[in-house]
Protein backbone atom coordinates (compact mmCIF):
# COMPACT_ATOMS: atom_id res chain seq x y z
CA UNK A 1 0.00 0.00 0.00
CA UNK A 2 1.37 3.66 -1.19
CA UNK A 3 1.52 6.24 1.51
CA UNK A 4 -2.02 8.06 1.95
CA UNK A 5 -2.55 11.63 0.62
CA UNK A 6 -5.73 13.21 -0.18
CA UNK A 7 -4.67 13.26 -3.92
CA UNK A 8 -3.42 9.78 -4.21
CA UNK A 9 -4.95 7.15 -2.03
CA UNK A 10 -4.50 3.19 -3.15
CA UNK A 11 -6.84 0.95 -0.71
CA UNK A 12 -6.53 -2.17 -2.53
CA UNK A 13 -3.32 -3.32 -4.73
CA UNK A 14 -6.09 -4.21 -7.51
CA UNK A 15 -7.72 -1.08 -7.34
CA UNK A 16 -6.94 2.62 -7.61
CA UNK A 17 -8.92 4.69 -5.98
CA UNK A 18 -9.37 8.86 -7.08
CA UNK A 19 -9.77 11.92 -5.76
CA UNK A 20 -13.82 12.04 -6.27
CA UNK A 21 -14.34 8.28 -5.27
CA UNK A 22 -12.81 8.88 -1.85
CA UNK A 23 -15.56 10.73 0.75
CA UNK A 24 -13.91 11.48 4.17
CA UNK A 25 -15.77 10.98 7.17
CA UNK A 26 -15.44 10.28 10.84
CA UNK A 27 -16.62 7.11 12.37
CA UNK A 28 -17.50 6.29 15.94
CA UNK A 29 -17.03 2.75 17.11
CA UNK A 30 -19.15 1.40 19.05
CA UNK A 31 -23.52 0.77 19.38
CA UNK A 32 -26.16 4.01 19.79
CA UNK A 33 -27.79 3.83 22.59
CA UNK A 34 -31.36 4.80 23.26
CA UNK A 35 -29.44 7.70 25.24
CA UNK A 36 -27.02 8.78 22.35
CA UNK A 37 -24.13 7.36 23.69
CA UNK A 38 -22.37 3.83 22.13
CA UNK A 39 -21.24 0.70 23.77
CA UNK A 40 -18.03 -0.57 22.30
CA UNK A 41 -19.33 -2.80 19.75
CA UNK A 42 -18.87 -2.04 15.85
CA UNK A 43 -20.34 1.02 14.21
CA UNK A 44 -21.92 3.45 16.35
CA UNK A 45 -21.93 6.60 13.42
CA UNK A 46 -20.54 7.13 10.16
CA UNK A 47 -20.25 11.44 9.77
CA UNK A 48 -19.68 12.68 6.53
CA UNK A 49 -20.38 16.50 6.82
CA UNK A 50 -18.36 18.30 8.79
CA UNK A 51 -16.34 16.19 9.77
CA UNK A 52 -13.55 18.60 10.95
CA UNK A 53 -15.93 19.43 13.26
CA UNK A 54 -17.68 16.58 14.38
CA UNK A 55 -15.00 16.01 17.60
CA UNK A 56 -16.09 19.69 19.12
CA UNK A 57 -19.97 18.98 18.33
CA UNK A 58 -19.87 15.95 19.93
CA UNK A 59 -21.91 15.87 23.04
CA UNK A 60 -19.28 16.08 26.25
CA UNK A 61 -20.80 13.65 28.41
CA UNK A 62 -20.26 10.58 24.64
CA UNK A 63 -17.09 9.32 24.93
CA UNK A 64 -17.37 7.23 21.88
CA UNK A 65 -13.97 6.28 20.48
CA UNK A 66 -13.59 7.87 17.53
CA UNK A 67 -11.03 8.04 13.78
CA UNK A 68 -10.76 9.48 10.59
CA UNK A 69 -11.79 7.32 7.84
CA UNK A 70 -11.77 7.55 3.84
CA UNK A 71 -14.67 5.55 2.44
CA UNK A 72 -15.15 3.93 -1.18
CA UNK A 73 -16.73 1.80 -3.16
CA UNK A 74 -15.90 -1.91 -4.18
CA UNK A 75 -16.66 -2.91 -7.56
CA UNK A 76 -18.83 -5.27 -6.40
CA UNK A 77 -21.01 -2.02 -4.44
CA UNK A 78 -19.86 -2.56 -1.25
CA UNK A 79 -18.88 -0.36 1.25
CA UNK A 80 -14.76 0.14 1.71
CA UNK A 81 -13.27 1.58 4.20
CA UNK A 82 -9.23 2.79 5.48
CA UNK A 83 -8.57 4.22 8.45
CA UNK A 84 -5.42 5.71 8.30
CA UNK A 85 -3.63 5.01 11.56
CA UNK A 86 -2.47 8.97 12.08
CA UNK A 87 -6.52 9.20 12.27
CA UNK A 88 -6.62 7.55 16.03
CA UNK A 89 -6.12 7.55 19.49
CA UNK A 90 -3.10 4.65 19.94
CA UNK A 91 -6.14 3.26 22.91
CA UNK A 92 -8.53 2.88 19.62
CA UNK A 93 -6.30 1.52 17.70
CA UNK A 94 -5.52 -1.30 19.92
CA UNK A 95 -9.51 -1.76 20.85
CA UNK A 96 -10.61 -2.16 17.48
CA UNK A 97 -7.87 -3.30 15.17
CA UNK A 98 -5.58 -5.82 17.10
CA UNK A 99 -7.51 -8.64 16.05
CA UNK A 100 -7.72 -10.32 12.60
CA UNK A 101 -11.59 -9.41 12.28
CA UNK A 102 -14.02 -6.18 13.05
CA UNK A 103 -17.08 -7.47 14.34
CA UNK A 104 -20.46 -5.90 13.47
CA UNK A 105 -22.68 -7.32 16.13
CA UNK A 106 -25.56 -5.04 15.08
CA UNK A 107 -26.81 -4.04 11.76
CA UNK A 108 -25.37 -0.31 11.18
CA UNK A 109 -27.83 1.88 8.78
CA UNK A 110 -26.30 3.83 6.73
CA UNK A 111 -26.82 7.55 6.70
CA UNK A 112 -29.15 8.70 3.77
CA UNK A 113 -25.74 11.62 3.11
CA UNK A 114 -23.25 8.83 2.46
CA UNK A 115 -25.74 6.82 0.32
CA UNK A 116 -26.46 10.22 -2.04
CA UNK A 117 -22.08 10.42 -2.18
CA UNK A 118 -20.65 7.64 -3.02
CA UNK A 119 -22.38 6.90 -6.37
CA UNK A 120 -21.98 3.26 -6.98
CA UNK A 121 -22.93 1.67 -3.47
CA UNK A 122 -24.94 -0.91 -3.51
CA UNK A 123 -26.25 -1.24 0.25
CA UNK A 124 -27.78 0.43 2.90
CA UNK A 125 -26.62 -1.68 5.88
CA UNK A 126 -23.62 -2.57 7.26
CA UNK A 127 -24.72 -5.94 7.96
CA UNK A 128 -24.33 -8.01 11.32
CA UNK A 129 -20.79 -10.01 10.71
CA UNK A 130 -17.27 -10.44 11.33
CA UNK A 131 -15.28 -8.55 8.63
CA UNK A 132 -11.05 -8.95 7.51
CA UNK A 133 -8.96 -6.37 8.50
CA UNK A 134 -6.05 -5.93 5.91
CA UNK A 135 -3.06 -4.15 7.93
CA UNK A 136 -0.73 -1.63 6.56
CA UNK A 137 2.14 0.55 7.85
CA UNK A 138 -0.25 3.39 7.22
CA UNK A 139 -3.64 2.14 8.11
CA UNK A 140 -6.30 -0.88 8.25
CA UNK A 141 -8.63 -1.40 5.66
CA UNK A 142 -12.06 -3.53 6.08
CA UNK A 143 -14.76 -4.00 3.13
CA UNK A 144 -18.41 -4.28 4.43
Known amino acids: ?4 APTDVQLHPLESATLPDILNASVEFGVLQSNGNCTNIGICRIN ?3 VNHMVNTRK ?3 RCPLAEA ?3 VGP ?3 LQIFFPRSG ?3 CTER ?10 QVAYLLPESLQKQLPGLMQAVIPTGIYP ?4 DEGYYIEF
Request: glycine share 6%; net charge positive.
Open 60 to 62: EKR
Open 70 to 72: LLS
Open 95 to 104: VFFRGPVFPV
Open 1 to 4: MTAY
Open 76 to 78: TGR
Open 133 to 136: IRRS
Open 48 to 50: TTH
Open 88 to 90: MKP
